[in-house]
Nanobody, 129 residues
């Protein structure tokens, strides 16, 4: 297991930007895929974005394409979610997740939460209209 700690959430006006970070513990960060999910009140957790171990392949939910960008810095054991043009419907708790077992390797897109083994505690993003 690894520990994942999200940060960077907050309150922002519609049209604004935020960058979320997820710091991972352990020396093997560069060997596994990562994902971002979100959960709004009263709704199920949904896939937002995924990235493979090297950062060469990225995947996005249709609702965020062109506005959210996932990236990773393996030297810093950190994955990022850059969010621009935020909308009130982006309001949710955002979670990062790690695929430690390689379950997402051949899954396109890697959007099922069950593919990920380790989860952070989440960070709240609130977008006001």
């Amino acid at each position: 297991q690894v520990q994942l700690v999200e940060s960077g959430g907050g309150l922002v006006q519609a049209g604004g930007s935020l960058r979320l970070s997820c710091a991972a513990s352990g020396p093997t960060f560069s060997s596994y895929a990562m994902g971002w999910f979100r959960q709004a009140p009263g709704k199920e957790r949904e896939f937002v974005a995924g990235i493979n171990w090297s950062g060469e392949r990225t995947y996005y939910a249709d609702s965020v394409k062109g506005r959210l960008t996932i990236s990773r810095d393996n030297a810093k054991n950190t994955v990022y979610l850059q969010m621009i043009s935020l909308k009130p419907e982006d309001t949710a708790v955002y979670y990062c997740a790690a695929d430690l077992s390689g379950s997402t390797t051949y899954i396109r897109p890697p959007s099922r939460s069950g593919l990920y083994d380790s989860w952070g505690q989440g960070t709240q993003v609130t977008v006001s209209s």
